[in-house]
């Protein structure tokens, strides 16, 4: 099982990046795909998920409006756009897949995103 994250990196308030997770090994569309960050300092904490079979999704209420989650289920990958960065973005982005079926859980290695004021 692999999760790679990848499109993070170093962007002014304001801008935009996109992440995504290429995944691989397991029946990805069987699997909610998360986002998840953690500041330093802080918990990790959930910023978007999204349902495979009704394409249903949800945000924490800090990211509502400037980010944005989606996947293709054909080249197993999610996504997160994010838009109107702000400083208190910065943090380590984790892909997360976890089964709707059993309790497998799974976890890319991060991916940086720092926005300078």
């Known amino acids: 099982v692999q999760l790679v994250e990848s499109g993070g990196g170093l962007v002014q308030t304001g801008g935009s990046l996109r992440l995504s997770c290429a995944a691989s090994g397991f029946t990805f569309s069987r699997y909610v795909m998360n986002w998840y960050r953690q500041a330093p300092g802080k918990e990790r904490e959930l910023v978007a998920h999204?349902?495979?079979?009704?394409?249903?999704?949800a945000y924490a209420d800090s990211v509502k409006g400037r980010f944005t989650i989606s996947r293709d289920n054909a080249k197993t990958t999610v996504y997160l756009q994010m838009n109107s960065l702000k400083p208190e973005d910065t943090a380590v982005y984790f892909c997360n897949a976890r089964s709707m079926y059993s309790g497998a859980d799974y976890w890319g290695q991060g991916t940086q995103v720092t926005v300078s004021s």
């Open positions: 999204i349902i495979s079979n009704n394409g249903n999704t």
